[in-house]
C-alpha cells in the first residue's frame, strides 16, 4: 500500500516530545508550529489558561481576520493588554520584514489568485502549492492534466518538494472543465488519502479547492479537513 513508504519515515522518527523553545534550540523556529510559535511569544498563560490553550485560541482568529486588533485579542480569555501588545508587535514586525513579492496564501481569495488560469482550463489539472510556516508561497507545481484519476497520484509525486524547500502545509487545487465545482467520491478519497499521507510526515494539508469557471468548492470551508 502506497501510505507505507510514510510508515517507515514515521518509524525512525524520535518519539521525544520536546517544547518550543527546546525544537527551537535542536532544529530551528521554521520546523514549529503556529501554535508552538505563539507558545514561545506568549511564554506564560494566565491563572485558569494554560499558555498553549491562549496560542490555539488566538491562532483560531487568523482564518477570519485579515489584521487582528487590539480589542479582538483582548476579548480571548487570559490574554491582557501586556499579551496583545506582544502579539501585535510581533505581527507588525514580520509584515515589515515580509519579502517583497512573496505571496502570503492566508485566505481562500488569495489562494485562487494564484491559480486563475484553472478557471479557463478546458482539461482537467490538479495543482499544488507548497507553503512555508508563514504561509508564504515557495513553489506552485502542476501535478497532472487531462483525463487522470487523482488516486493514481502517489503521496512522492505530491510530498517530494518537501526535499529541496522548508516546506510545512500545502494547498491542492483542481478544476473542474465543466464548472461545476461540486466534489466528486473521488475528490473526497484523494483529499482524505493526501491529508493522511501529509500527517505522517507532519506536512499539514490546509485545503483542498475545487474551481470551476465562475465557482469554487473548499473542504475546509465545508469542514471536511
Same mark, same amino acid.
Given at each position: 500500500?502506497?501510505? =507505507? #513508504?510514510?510508515?517507515?519515515?514515521?518509524?525512525?522518527?524520535?518519539?521525544?516530545?520536546?517544547?518550543?523553545?527546546?525544537?527551537?534550540?535542536?532544529?530551528?523556529?521554521? @520546523?514549529?508550529?503556529?501554535?508552538?510559535?505563539?507558545?514561545?511569544?506568549?511564554?506564560?498563560?494566565?491563572?485558569?489558561?494554560?499558555?498553549?490553550?491562549?496560542?490555539?485560541?488566538?491562532?483560531?482568529?487568523?482564518?477570519?481576520?485579515?489584521?487582528?486588533?487590539?480589542?479582538?485579542?483582548?476579548?480571548?480569555?487570559?490574554?491582557?493588554?501586556?499579551?496583545?501588545?506582544?502579539?501585535?508587535?510581533?505581527?507588525?514586525?514580520?509584515?515589515?520584514?515580509?519579502?517583497?513579492?512573496?505571496?502570503?496564501?492566508?485566505?481562500?481569495?488569495?489562494?485562487?489568485?494564484?491559480?486563475? #488560469?484553472?478557471?479557463?482550463?478546458?482539461?482537467?489539472?490538479?495543482?499544488?502549492?507548497?507553503?512555508?510556516?508563514?504561509?508564504?508561497?515557495?513553489?506552485?507545481?502542476?501535478? $497532472?492534466?487531462?483525463?487522470? @484519476?487523482?488516486? $493514481?497520484?502517489?503521496?512522492?509525486?505530491?510530498? =517530494? $518538494?518537501?526535499?529541496?524547500?522548508?516546506?510545512?502545509?500545502?494547498?491542492?487545487?483542481?478544476?473542474?472543465?465543466?464548472?461545476? $465545482?461540486?466534489?466528486?467520491? #473521488?475528490?473526497?478519497?484523494?483529499?482524505?488519502?493526501?491529508?493522511?499521507?501529509?500527517?505522517?510526515?507532519?506536512? #499539514?494539508?490546509?485545503?483542498?479547492?475545487?474551481?470551476?469557471? @465562475?465557482?469554487?468548492?473548499?473542504?475546509?470551508?465545508?469542514?471536511?479537513?
Amino acid at each position: 500500500m502506497w501510505m =507505507s #513508504e510514510f510508515v517507515v519515515i514515521v518509524a525512525i522518527m524520535t518519539t521525544q516530545i520536546l517544547q518550543p523553545r527546546e525544537k527551537i534550540v535542536q532544529s530551528g523556529a521554521a @520546523n514549529l508550529s503556529t501554535q508552538e510559535l505563539l507558545t514561545t511569544i506568549l511564554g506564560s498563560g494566565s491563572k485558569k489558561v494554560p499558555v498553549h490553550v491562549l496560542a490555539q485560541k488566538v491562532e483560531a482568529k487568523f482564518p477570519h481576520h485579515q489584521e487582528l486588533t487590539l480589542t479582538e485579542l483582548r476579548q480571548i480569555k487570559g490574554i491582557g493588554l501586556a499579551k496583545a501588545c506582544q502579539i501585535l508587535a510581533v505581527f507588525e514586525l514580520l509584515e515589515r520584514l515580509r519579502p517583497l513579492g512573496t505571496p502570503i496564501l492566508d485566505s481562500i481569495d488569495k489562494v485562487l489568485q494564484q491559480v486563475v #488560469e484553472l478557471r479557463y482550463s478546458p482539461r482537467e489539472q490538479v495543482m499544488c502549492l507548497y507553503l512555508n510556516t508563514r504561509l508564504q508561497l515557495l513553489m506552485k507545481e502542476t501535478l $497532472a492534466i487531462g483525463a487522470i @484519476n487523482q488516486a $493514481a497520484l502517489s503521496p512522492r509525486d505530491i510530498f =517530494s $518538494a518537501i526535499k529541496f524547500f522548508p516546506i510545512t502545509s500545502i494547498i491542492l487545487v483542481h478544476n473542474h472543465p465543466s464548472g461545476d $465545482a461540486s466534489p466528486s467520491p #473521488e475528490d473526497l478519497l484523494f483529499t482524505k488519502q493526501v491529508s493522511d499521507a501529509g500527517r505522517l510526515i507532519g506536512i #499539514e494539508l490546509l485545503d483542498h479547492l475545487i474551481v470551476g469557471q @465562475n465557482k469554487h468548492y473548499s473542504y475546509k470551508a465545508h469542514f471536511m479537513i
